[in-house]
């Protein structure tokens, strides 16, 4: 597990409001006749920080590639920024240019540059002139300290810069939910922080973030809820220090014997 | 352990080492020659035999075709002079009959007061191809290539000029409805429009309104009819036509084969097998006769244009499949990340999965073309006068009657230069994208 932060967290605009910004409700899926997601009940308000955690295969990520409709849910329902996702093709794409993604392999676009992956959406989705679009993706990439590999091609960059720049890429689409699925687990140790940095600062700007990480020090510093998931449905959330201090269930217990032991 | 190793395992360098020369029969041809030639006592055997055997074709070869006859005007005449020459009996090629009946390779029957036209419409397809092939072509030059189409195919069947622009304004009807009325009526409708209007146009509207245009202004060249070409022409025509129409085809029906949508993947994978899996000949003999049957009778369709369709379909089936495997070897992470994004279908499709699918299927690809291309001789068989068919008319003449090599050797080579190109720009395409996306 990687020490975090080398200096104290901002916590002074991370504030939850009281408006929801995604509401599921009794949702479930199944692949072929195997149950993943089993009556998941989550509302998220705007300013959260929530850590999803929990052993693989227990759905955690199926659950938040469900947020943005990159996995169907077969009942209940998702409420992303007040629209509700159905199979109506408009809805999903408004709800997707309004939630960012990042993924554990990355995904940018080897064949366009740094730059172009950054303004691609911008300039085709949101029909933001290309100059303006330009400058919006430097000044994320500088945001994400790598304005100088702008014009150079993602196979050329380290894993951890890749992961910078897939954030950033994000970020130019101005979402106002981040999804973040496993975005450490492809890394080197000695860039899983400074992706874990950008995501810190993200946090302090105060957006909604949603994170399956195994990064427990992130989830302690950062999030204001952990939820522990097994077998496709959520266990237990509380506080990141009741969680970690105080966990009640027994596989929640057992989980976090298991990573925290050595 | 005792401590016995300190004194040798503790190493501090004092000076640091020059770089040098390797020794000479390392480097160079030296090193090569061994290594690839002289290996061993079997490879020393093989190169030997090889050498052997490059000398007893050239040595055959050369003189048959350095010796050649290049004037004279029949093929009697041409064998007096090799006798006269080299003494009866040595063999020498005539290539008199290529400076004697070259135009007819190239032009077929094609009048010769017009070979201007062809030659034209050649020069100004390569500048219709020059921006698409080459990017460090000015990007302004690709209305050359949207205009060439039909001013290349005016200046070879002649006629009037307002029936290529009539066939243009049909394009610019699908366009204004798809760019003026798609706002408003949705943009399922508005495609489907823009399909249908312009072929009831083209079908019903186009002919009349290009004749009564004509009609008022003529503005026409003389017409030739498509009996009268042959040749390279018509090997270039059908192939240049079969490349260009097949590719966007092809892959829309890849597309089509990976759909999740029922009828469109079903009718994808149909179209596919059903056209791969009967022979070419077929295709251009039911081209040819059947499709007489089947068209309502009066209506005039090119033999040509037949060919064409049948050509580009029959190849469009196997870009298809080559495309299907670019699309295939993709990972699922770069779909994700595009619809992430919140691209549509044909936004992923066209800035994200195509440039990377096609980049990774440009051997296949260029090798459906050089396929293609060369099966462009087949149309032999259903009586058009492609290089092959030109050559056994050359022969029925009583000057040229027994020629067979020289005409089959200049046809090879023809051919030869074609796809040799075709397949070096791949190789150059290839290594510039690898440059560029690593």
Redesign the interface.
């Given at each position: 597990m990687s020490e975090l932060a080398t200096r104290e967290v901002d916590r002074s605009q991370m504030k939850v409001s009281d408006e929801v910004a995604i509401q599921i409700t009794k949702m479930n899926k199944w692949y072929g006749t195997f149950h993943v997601l089993r009556d998941i009940d989550l509302t998220v308000y705007r300013g959260e920080r929530i850590v999803i955690a929990g052993p693989s295969g227990s759905g955690k990520s199926t659950m938040i590639r469900c947020i943005?409709?990159?996995e169907e849910h077969q009942a209940g329902s998702i409420v992303v920024d007040g629209i509700e996702l159905s199979s109506d093709?408009k809805n999903i794409?408004?709800i997707?240019?309004e939630?960012?993604?990042c993924?554990q392999?990355f995904?940018?676009?080897?064949?366009l540059t740094i730059l172009e992956n950054c303004t691609?959406?911008p300039i085709?989705?949101r029909k933001i002139p290309k100059k303006q679009a330009e400058e919006t993706a430097m000044h994320f990439l500088e945001k994400v300290k790598i304005p100088e590999q702008a014009h150079k091609?993602p196979?050329?960059l380290s894993g951890g810069q890749q992961q910078r720049v897939a954030i950033a890429?994000?970020l130019c689409?101005k979402p106002r939910i981040m999804l973040f699925d496993e975005p450490t687990s492809a890394l080197d140790p000695e860039m899983i922080k400074e992706v874990l940095d950008t995501m810190v600062e993200l946090a302090e700007e105060g957006m909604t973030m949603l994170c399956v990480t195994h990064e427990m020090g992130f989830a302690r510093q950062v999030a204001n809820r952990v939820i522990f998931m097994d077998a496709g449905q959520i266990v237990e959330q509380n506080e990141p220090e009741e969680f970690f201090n105080n966990p009640r269930h027994e596989r929640t217990k057992l989980f976090l014997s298991q990573i925290l032991g050595h | 352990m005792s401590d016995t190793h300190a004194q040798t395992v503790a190493f501090v360098r004092d000076t640091m080492l020059d770089q040098k020369d390797p020794p000479l029969n390392q480097v160079g041809a030296v090193k090569w020659i061994r290594e690839n030639l002289f290996s061993g006592w079997l490879n020393i055997l093989l190169t030997l035999a090889s050498l052997w055997v490059v000398y007893a074709v050239l040595s055959h070869l050369l003189p048959w075709a350095l010796r050649g006859v290049w004037d004279a005007s029949n093929l009697t005449q041409c064998r007096e002079i090799i006798a006269e020459r080299y003494g009866a009996g040595t063999s020498a090629a005539c290539w008199a009959v290529l400076t004697e009946r070259w135009p007819q390779l190239i032009f077929g029957f094609y009048p010769k007061e017009l070979y201007w036209r062809p030659i034209l419409a050649f020069l100004i397809f390569l500048a219709a191809v020059a921006p698409v092939l080459f990017s460090a072509v000015p990007r302004k030059m690709l209305w050359v290539s949207a205009l060439a189409p039909f001013v290349l195919f005016w200046l070879i069947w002649g006629g009037s000029l307002w029936g290529p622009i009539a066939a243009i304004l049909g394009f610019v009807i699908g366009w204004a409805i798809l760019t003026f009325a798609a706002p408003k009526i949705g943009t399922l409708l508005a495609v489907i429009l823009a399909i249908v209007v312009p072929l009831f146009y083209w079908l019903v509207i186009c002919g009349p309104l290009s004749d009564a245009l004509a009609s008022v202004v003529p503005l026409s060249l003389r017409a030739v009819a498509t009996q009268k070409m042959g040749g390279f022409l018509l090997a270039t025509i059908i192939g240049v036509s079969g490349i260009v129409l097949s590719l966007p085809l092809g892959i829309l029906l890849a597309l089509g084969r990976q759909s999740d949508m029922f009828i469109i993947n079903k009718f994808s994978v149909a179209f596919i097998e059903i056209i791969r899996g009967v022979p070419l000949i077929v295709w251009l003999f039911t081209a040819s006769l059947l499709l007489n049957y089947f068209l309502p009778p009066g209506t005039n369709f090119d033999l040509m244009l037949r060919v064409i369709i049948m050509v580009t379909l029959f190849s469009a089936a196997y870009i298809a499949e080559v495309v299907r495997g670019g699309l295939a070897a993709l990972p699922k992470g770069q779909y994700e990340a595009a619809d992430a994004l919140g691209l549509d279908y044909w936004k992923s499709m066209r800035l994200v999965i195509l440039p990377q699918a096609l980049k990774i299927s440009i051997p296949g690809i260029v090798n459906t073309f050089i396929g293609l291309f060369k099966d462009t001789t087949l149309v032999v068989f259903i009586g058009l006068l492609d290089p092959i068919g030109l050559s056994s008319s050359i022969r029925a003449t009583t000057d040229w009657n027994g020629v067979y090599w020289e005409l089959f050797v200049f046809i090879g080579l023809c051919f030869f230069v074609f796809c040799f190109s075709m397949g070096r720009y791949s190789l150059f395409l290839e290594k510039k994208l690898r440059r560029e996306h690593r």
């Open positions: 943005n409709r990159l093709l794409d408004k997707r240019s939630v960012g993604m993924f392999h995904n940018l676009f080897p064949h691609l959406a085709w989705v091609y196979g050329q890429r994000s689409m | -």
